[in-house]
């Protein structure tokens, strides 16, 4: 009778721990529960990179070479992409609210559509950017690239509803 009771508790404590186990295999592998970790990627060489529509929130790029990498429709909010080169980069549809791009090299760099508010860029290379429906809301630019970008400027951002060049303050 001894015997049944203690294989009856060993039992019983057995599938409560299996129990715990599995709730914490759920609530570790669901993505729907795990939050978004900030990823390191500085100093690496990821040219043509595809990081399209991936959630890569306050992500660190520095000094990278990023070149012709795919970052279309991703979320960059608050990622650091300090001194990394960016040249012919695809950002297009891409959330980059409170990016820091200083001192990124940006040529050729394709913001359709991308939202760039209050992004930090004020010693940013802009040459040959495609600028076309970006939102640059309170983005810190240096005046001389804001009057190149105001030549440039045209269209209305898909997501904000904001002309692009009355986010740059262009003059009529």
């Known amino acids: 009778m001894n015997m049944n009771r203690w294989q009856s508790l060993i039992f019983s404590r057995l599938k409560v721990g299996l129990f715990i186990v599995l709730v914490g295999a759920m609530v570790f592998f669901n993505p729907m529960i795990a939050p978004a970790t900030a990823l390191d990627y500085a100093q690496q060489n990821l040219v043509n990179h595809d990081f399209s529509g991936q959630d890569l929130r306050d992500s660190k790029f520095d000094h990278a070479n990023l070149r012709s990498s795919n970052f279309s429709n991703a979320n960059l909010e608050g990622v650091r992409f300090f001194a990394s080169n960016l040249e012919s980069a695809n950002f297009e549809g891409a959330n980059l609210r409170y990016a820091d791009l200083e001192s990124a090299r940006l040529i050729r760099v394709n913001f359709t559509n991308a939202v760039l508010e209050g992004a930090f860029a004020t010693n940013t290379l802009f ?32 997501v904000t509803g904001r002309d692009t060049k009355d986010t740059l303050y262009c003059p009529d």
Not at 131 to 156: H, N
């Open 127 to 158: 040459k040959g950017a495609i600028i076309d429906g970006a939102d640059f809301t309170d983005v810190l630019l240096r005046p001389d690239v804001e009057k190149y970008l105001c030549t440039i400027a045209k269209g209305t951002n898909p």
